[in-house]
């Protein structure tokens, strides 16, 4: 198996060059930009095969929950060449826009993703799985560089780059229920691979689908199926009284404000976990008005019909999936409260409930003996988002996007903070390089 060995030394090796990959790279890049004389030396890794944001997930008629300007660089620095208007400027589609009222699509959002991303000087290596991040020990027996190895995904050779400083912004892993687990495959599979599972089942109209969960991605799931085939029968299962909208009270969003970030993180522990709960209502288990409306108005108009092929299964739970001769999927279902039971044979099952945050990404158990760890085996983060080490290691490990239970939902996946992080995370870099960023 080829292997590569490092070179040259980084100053920051980012793992993952998603949103929040691409967010700090911007930070980076617009700080050389401005400032001159030697770029940092930073080293930019991405299993995929490219910065494509939630391909998998890109329907029709979908769009972003968040406002455009909060992108990548315009609450940072308005003058940032990543910013979502300059976008628009340079795709000669700025005054269309605007007569667009501000919705963007995931289509057009998806494009401005991969966009930002061409415009990192780099380097990117793509097709990059990181595998694991080892200690390397300096001449006085302490850490002070890391090697980040990496997989290359398509001829599994390994690779390794060395940095004085590593960023994970790997996002959140899918999380798919234990029920679910045993049965994942070409028929039963999570949302995230909604467009290529669909694709794989052919051409052959599905005879009945069933879409597990009540959050923005189930909602859009469900209107995508019933709109794709007149003769499928969609089955919708969720364990709540229906769809419920998320929580829009323009104060209560205000947890998306970088110094909501501030109070969340100076609280301890079991306030945090309150405090995190309370705001879990903006953002997961719920759909916008838009997607309540039109899966309202379905329904509605499936039974004013007769058709009768949307079925809501409300209040209901999936307690066991049986694989059919036939290769169908039947699930076996209880009502939430009476306890009654019931079952759904269907032709294909979609696992819409969500993402996880790892307790401690496993890249890192290398290096776990040089990382201050709390009572709940996470690791001990700054507001900066790095992990805090022991005195024997000098470098600087930033958990990007990977501590919502310790910096509160803001500074989770959502782009709301996304260039407000990305800021925090490269000044305390530069400082610690030595090369503090001006105020």
């Not at 290529?196 to 969960?213: C, H, K, N, T, Y």
């Amino acid at each position: 198996m080829p292997y590569e060995t490092p070179r040259d030394v980084q100053d920051l090796v980012v793992a993952g060059f998603g949103p929040s990959g691409i967010a700090l790279a911007a930070a980076v890049e617009d700080h050389d930009d401005a400032a001159g004389g030697d770029p940092l030396a930073a080293h930019y890794l991405e299993k995929a095969p490219d910065s494509a944001w939630q391909p998998n997930l890109v329907l029709p008629g979908t769009d972003i929950q968040h406002h455009f300007l909060r992108d990548f660089a315009t609450p940072r620095d308005p003058r940032s060449r990543f910013t979502f208007p300059n976008y628009l400027q340079q795709s000669g589609r700025f005054y269309p826009f605007t007569l667009m009222g501000g919705y963007v699509s995931r289509l057009e959002w998806s494009d401005y993703v991969q966009w930002a991303a061409r415009q990192v000087r780099g380097p990117v290596s793509y097709d990059r799985e990181v595998t694991c991040v080892e200690p390397v020990f300096g001449p006085d027996g302490r850490v002070d560089t890391v090697d980040v190895v990496s997989r290359d995904t398509r001829d599994g050779s390994v690779h390794r780059v060395r940095t004085r400083n590593l960023a994970l912004a790997t996002g959140h892993e899918a999380y798919v229920p234990d029920t679910f687990r045993p049965h994942l495959g070409e028929r039963v599979f999570h949302a995230s691979q909604l467009l290529p599972r669909l694709a794989a089942l052919g051409e052959r109209p599905l005879g009945s689908v069933a879409v597990i969960g009540a959050g923005q991605t189930a909602g859009e799931i469900v209107l995508h199926l019933a709109g794709r085939d007149p003769a499928t029968q969609v089955h919708s299962v969720v364990r709540h009284a229906g769809f419920r909208m998320y929580e829009l009270g323009h104060f209560s969003n205000e947890v998306y404000f970088p110094d909501e970030t501030d109070y969340f993180y100076a609280l301890e522990g079991e306030q945090r976990e309150r405090a995190l709960d309370q705001a879990r209502a903006t953002n997961y288990a719920a759909v916008d008005p838009d997607v309540s409306t039109a899966l309202y108005q379905a329904v509605y108009q499936d039974g004013f019909t007769g058709t009768r092929r949307l079925h809501m299964h409300r209040r209901t739970e999936i307690t066991g999936l049986d694989e059919l001769p036939d290769g169908r999927i039947r699930l076996a279902t209880e009502e939430v409260f009476t306890g009654s039971v019931g079952s759904i044979e269907a032709d294909a099952v979609i696992v819409c409930t969500g993402y996880r945050e790892s307790a401690f990404p496993k890249v890192l158990t290398p290096l776990a003996p040089w990382l201050r760890l709390d009572d709940r085996g996470r690791p001990q983060v700054t507001r900066a988002y790095r992990a805090e080490t022991t005195d024997d290691c000098q470098v600087g490990v930033y958990l990007d996007g990977l501590t919502e239970w310790r910096h509160g939902i803001g500074s989770a996946t959502s782009f709301s903070q996304m260039a407000a992080k990305a800021d925090t995370i490269h000044r305390d870099l530069r400082t610690r390089l030595r090369r503090p960023v001006a105020a």
